[in-house]
């Protein structure tokens, strides 16, 4: 139970430390590669997988307890299922971007409840935006 409450906590400060450097919908500090390698990578699914860094760590969908004190999970490319663009205009979901520096963008996709929610990380390695990591829908802290 402990290990569950300090990733929970740990979860509570990044957050908070992400929340400092909201961009809205576009990280402006990327000089547009980001925007189009976010476009592409929705688009072209062949680019997808090969912008992704599998296995990849995260979290499924309605993750457990267990689960999420073990952080061992990882989505392999036998079981990624290919991610399209996220629209936000039925107001359900709201997006947000953060960078963190020109090299680590984080995206969360939250319901208007705030209850739940999705958490992807990008990063630039060699050169090239990757999907470093993703958390399908769950509960939010």
């Known amino acids: 139970m402990k290990t569950f409450f300090y990733i929970c906590a740990g979860w509570a400060l990044l957050a908070t430390a992400f929340s400092c450097n909201q961009l809205g919908d576009t990280p402006t500090n990327n000089t547009g590669d980001f925007e189009n390698f976010y476009r592409r990578f929705h688009e072209d699914e062949a ?15 309605h993750a457990d307890s267990e689960l999420l004190a073990a952080g061992t999970f990882r989505w392999d490319t036998e079981d990624w299922e290919p991610h399209r663009s996220f629209d936000t205009t039925n107001g359900e979901f709201r ?12 995206e969360k996709i939250v319901h208007r409840s705030g209850a739940f929610g999705t958490l992807r990380r990008f990063a ?18």
């Open 47 to 61: 680019y997808q997988m090969a912008h992704i860094t599998f296995p990849l760590e995260g979290l499924p969908a």
């Open 95 to 106: 997006r947000e971007l953060t960078a963190l520096g020109d090299d680590l963008v984080i």
């Open 124 to 141: 630039r390695l060699g050169g090239e935006w990757y999907l470093i990591y993703y958390a399908g829908m769950n509960r939010m802290q």
